[in-house]
């Protein structure tokens, strides 16, 4: 699945290259970004199911900003004793629909030169993918299977990939240049 997912975000951020040209000129805010790669990834999930005819993506759902979980609650992260109001620029979810794993990939954003809140950012990925801990504020948002750290540049994109295996967060980092 790991595979699978990283490799469908890794086809619609060819889609966002090839279509998205005049924002990136533009220099729009990272919402916008966020939004247009959003629908493309979205439409390469349902697009792998339909090749396939699988169902392994129907009832996940590609979101921006998001910041609910279950019951309405505002999404928390609890990290360094405190507890953290956030939403996902990019989250891969079921809301509620596949309550065996919720959260399939969780994506924070930034333009290229962006060094606002790196290293708060990585941290609350790394949370997100950890097991859920008894009694945690964020133990709905924890538990994701995937989470990357994504920096849009004009010509390239680059960042890191995570995830939970035998017993540890493992990360890795990317890069890809464009055109």
Sequence with gaps: MKEIIFSLLEHALDDFYAKEQINLQLDVHEIAHGHRLAIYFENRLREYDNARQ???FE?????????????????????????????????????????AKENLLVVELKKEHSTNKEQDDIKEIK??????EDGAPDRSI?????G????IGQN???GSR???ENNAIVG????????
């Design 59 to 99: 009832n996940y759902f590609v979101d921006i900003e998001f910041n609910r979980m279950e019951g309405g609650a505002v999404k928390t992260v609890f990290y360094d004793g405190m507890q953290h109001e956030t939403r996902c620029d990019i989250l891969l979810h079921s809301k509620g629909e596949v309550p």
């Design 148 to 151: 990357v750290y994504l920096k």
């Design 54 to 56: 699988e169902k392994l």
């Design 172 to 179: 890795e980092l990317f890069h890809k240049r464009m055109l």
């Design 162 to 164: 995570y995830w939970f």
């Design 127 to 132: 949370r997100m993918v950890s097991p859920a």
């Design 156 to 158: 390239c994109y680059f």
């Design 142 to 146: 924890c538990d994701t299977l995937l």
